[in-house]
């Protein structure tokens, strides 16, 4: 059984699919919960507070699965193509996920502001620059270990090419299909991307 706190994200995040945050109402969210208006204060302080919680969930749930998905596709050798696939699939179906990795809030979500202060108080939801690095980093750190050293700039890069494409993807999706049947580049695509030389320019 869900604890009250966990109970109240859930509440306010099945809001969020029929109104938007504007139009979310305390007293709504804490009898979706099953629990008085006085614990929700009790546990996040206000709507602000209440709103930067369910965002950090979200960021902590698909970082989570990065590490999950990762870790499970490890030996396969798939690693950066399958961290495209999963950040895809993670922003298709959580607005919050897609939110925070584009930037792009729209009117009917809560947009992070300044955190709340004193006991309520959680740090601000990371930027779309912060959760790159926050990704890129977390996917260098599981692909890297158990293997044989090799060279960490270049898993670096090909970890950020990876997430680069999957952004631009899920910011302008093909119109051939939904996400879940997103076909992610290969490693060794992006590897020869970035090895490309650039085209040299005839005289005229």
């Known amino acids: 059984m869900p604890s009250a706190r966990e109970a109240l994200l859930d509440s306010a995040y099945s809001a969020l699919s029929t109104l938007p945050w504007t139009a979310v109402r ?9 629990v008085s208006r006085q614990t929700l204060y009790n546990e996040f302080g206000s709507k602000g507070g209440l709103a930067h919680a369910l965002v950090r969930r979200a960021a902590g749930r698909y970082l989570a699965g990065v590490e999950r998905t990762l870790g499970a596709h490890r030996a396969e050798g798939g690693g950066p193509a399958e961290l495209a696939r999963w950040t895809v699939r993670a922003a298709h ?7 925070l990795l584009t930037g792009v809030w729209g009117d009917h979500l809560p947009v992070p502001g300044t955190p709340p202060v004193g006991r309520h108080g959680e740090p601000a939801p990371p930027t779309p620059a912060e959760m790159l690095t926050l990704v890129r980093d977390r996917a260098v750190a599981v692909l890297g270990t158990g293997h044989p050293p090799g060279d960490p700039a270049r898993l670096e890069l090909r970890c950020e090419i ?10 302008v999706p093909a119109d051939s299909g939904p996400a879940p049947g997103f076909t992610a580049p290969n490693p060794t695509a992006a590897d020869r991307s ?7 320019s005839t005289p005229a």
């Open 26 to 34: 305390m007293v709504d969210v804490a009898a979706g919960a099953g």
């Open 93 to 99: 179906g959580d607005v919050l996920v897609k939110a």
């Open 162 to 171: 990876a997430l680069r494409l999957a952004l631009s993807y899920t910011l």
């Open 194 to 200: 970035h090895r490309r030389s650039p085209a040299r």
